[in-house]
């Protein structure tokens, strides 16, 4: 089995940071990519970070500058430093892992969200 384990969300006001980590655990035979997806009501899931097994990242648009993500090999963890925090950050983000388990093809594994709400 695989698991990921978010922490970090909360309440802040705009122009706060929030630090989320996420640590993938489990039959884990090797990661080719972590990264964070947002949600809101009604809305798609979207892209907010990606840092593949290389290190090259991949931001949104709309976190470009704001928000850092990062990657600790060793500990299975990923990072998301998010500065200057704005209202419309507000969401639920969920950690998404693409890996490969002993016991299956690679695939993608998510987390179960953590909620970011960021006050005007």
């Known amino acids: 089995q695989v698991q990921l384990v978010e922490s970090g969300g909360g309440l802040v006001q705009a122009g706060g940071s929030l630090r989320l980590s996420c640590v993938v655990s489990?039959?884990?035979?090797?990661?080719?990519?972590m990264g964070w997806y947002r949600q809101t009501p009604g809305k798609q899931r979207e892209l907010v970070a990606v840092?593949?097994?290389?290190?090259?990242?991949n931001y949104g648009d709309s976190v470009k500058g704001r928000f850092t993500i990062s990657r600790d090999n060793g500990q299975n963890t990923v990072y998301l430093q998010m500065n200057n925090l704005k209202p419309e950050d507000t969401a639920v983000y969920y950690c998404?892992?693409?890996?490969?388990?002993?016991?299956?093809?690679?695939?993608?594994?998510w987390g179960q969200g953590t909620q970011v709400t960021v006050s005007s």
């Open positions: 998404n892992a693409n890996l490969r388990p002993w016991y299956s093809r690679a695939r993608d594994f």
């Open positions: 489990g039959s884990i035979a090797s990661i080719n990519a």
């Open positions: 840092i593949i097994s290389g290190g090259s990242t």
